[in-house]
């Protein structure tokens, strides 16, 4: 038998025993790398298991994300007021005839232009932000945007957000410098509360009142307390 494979192997060429030997060794390298590759890959780059969060236990929980990494950060671990801005909408009905209102109108804030957070934890300022501006809805109908923000000096900078749950109520005015006689129904009142600059609370209210000029709007806050307290919506 020995002879006989001896003699075979004699009369087989060369360039046969090179091709049987690349084939071994790629053979060979493939068993190599489909066995690695079927590693876990924590196994692999000596790497724990992949990372997971428990959220039962974590009301009002924030995650921030970062490449792989989760980090998980209760409000009350960085939030402070830093800055408040309250922002109303009121969408009326133009008079038939109206003139056309311009899209801005500066305003220096005077006496009745504030906005101001109400409650046991007394009357916090939001002061009026020049200009007001007009939006056109349609060829009947205007938006007015006033925006308020809390002025640098007062006492509830730097305190903790649920601070504002001592607050009840709102009050807003509505500022239309002199066009308030070009406005005939009020229709939608729009009104947006940010903190930090992030906008936290929205609400929108409808209405068929006639426009008076320089309304007031008082507007509870008991929503935005549950949505300070559990992050409801």
């Known amino acids: 038998m020995l002879r006989e494979l001896t003699e075979f192997a004699a009369r087989v060429p060369l360039t046969i025993y090179v091709l049987w030997v690349v084939w071994f060794v790629v053979a060979v390298g493939l068993m190599f790398y489909t066995g690695r590759q079927l590693r876990p890959v924590s196994e692999i780059h000596g790497e724990g298991p992949p990372q997971t969060i428990d959220l039962v236990n974590s009301p009002r929980a924030t995650i921030y994300q970062a490449g792989g990494d989760i980090t998980l950060v209760h409000p009350d671990a960085f939030v402070e007021i830093r800055s408040i ?52 809805v349609e060829s009947d109908r205007v938006t007015v945007l006033n925006r308020f923000a809390l002025g640098s000096g007062d006492g509830l900078r730097h305190r903790p957000v649920d601070a504002l749950t001592a607050f009840d109520t709102l009050e807003v005015p509505i500022i239309t410098v002199v066009y308030g006689n070009a406005l005939e129904s009020m229709q939608l009142l729009e009104v947006t509360l940010s903190i930090n600059g992030d906008a936290v609370w929205y609400r929108a209210w409808n209405y068929s009142d006639q426009f008076q000029g320089g309304p007031v709007f008082t507007i509870p806050l008991g929503e935005l307390h549950a949505r300070l307290r559990d992050g409801s919506p």
């Open 85 to 136: 801005d309250v922002e109303a909408r009121l969408t009326c009905s133009l008079k038939p005839g109206a003139a056309l209102l311009p899209s801005e109108v500066e305003f220096a804030p005077v006496g009745g232009s504030s906005a101001y957070l109400v409650g046991a934890g007394g009357r916090a300022r939001l002061i009026f932000i020049s200009p007001v501006r007009f939006r056109g």
